[in-house]
């Protein structure tokens, strides 16, 4: 069964909008089959919100530790997992957290529409 197996705690970055892991954080997903590592120390960014939408979505709100784990899945690309599969433990980690059916299923809808950039982006990023 699908679970975060720690949960993370977070320290602010250099910019407001940039947060920190202070220690690993794992989640078992049924959707990958794998425990997942976030290591200690991993730079994100929470949910990415257009800012017109944090009213109904908040950066910062239950779906917190999901979001640390598809930013880090973005970033680092394991060889075993495509964007499509990291959209999907999102979803997953999401439910797992509680988030209500209609966020989980906007944000998700948005990371698929225009996660391609990101992805793409990121083949450039520095781990």
């Not at 988030?99 to 698929?112: K, L």
Request: hydrophobic letters at 40%; aromatic letters at 12%.
């Amino acid at each position: 069964m699908s679970s975060f197996i720690d949960k993370s705690p977070l320290d602010i970055g250099e910019r407001s909008s940039q947060w920190l892991t202070t220690k690993v954080i794992r989640y078992e997903s049924d959707v990958a089959g794998r425990v997942i590592e976030i290591p200690a120390g991993f730079e994100t960014d929470l949910a990415s919100i257009p800012r017109s939408f944090t009213a109904l979505i908040p950066v910062n709100g239950k779906h917190r530790n999901a979001a640390i784990v598809h930013d880090y899945l973005y970033v680092a690309k394991p060889d075993w997992c495509n964007r499509s599969m990291a959209d999907s433990i999102f979803l997953e980690a999401m439910e797992v957290l509680g988030e209500v059916r209609w966020r989980r299923m906007a944000m998700y809808s948005a990371v698929r529409v225009g996660g391609w950039l990101y992805w793409r982006k990121c083949s450039k990023c520095e781990h």
